[in-house]
């Protein structure tokens, strides 16, 4: 997700911006409870929606070799008959 979006929805970010002097770097002497809070509740959000996309995406993988395992098949008894 980009800070930007990350703003929109929580307005953590417009917080914790000025304390991002490089990448992976943070400098927050002032960060309060609710920040905390609120980056643990949007962590354990983003959590579920990625284990959310990675069964979609298993399902659909799953229903994929199904349909082209059956489409081969079908393919090869037209091919014999």
């Known amino acids: 997700m980009r800070i930007g ?3 929109k929805r929580t307005g953590t970010s417009r917080r914790l911006l ?3 002097d490089k990448p992976h770097t943070i400098y ?18 983003l959590t579920e929606r990625v284990e959310c996309l990675a069964r979609n995406r298993d ?13 081969s098949a079908n393919t090869e008894n037209m091919a014999t008959t």
Not at 28 to 45: D, S
Not at 59 to 71: G, K
């Open 18 to 20: 000025p304390c991002l």
């Open 59 to 71: 399902a659909i993988a799953h229903d994929l070799d199904t349909v082209l395992t059956v489409t």
């Open 28 to 45: 927050a002497p002032y960060v309060t409870p609710e920040m905390i809070a609120t980056l643990q509740h949007e962590q354990a959000r």
């Open 5 to 7: 979006e990350f703003a």
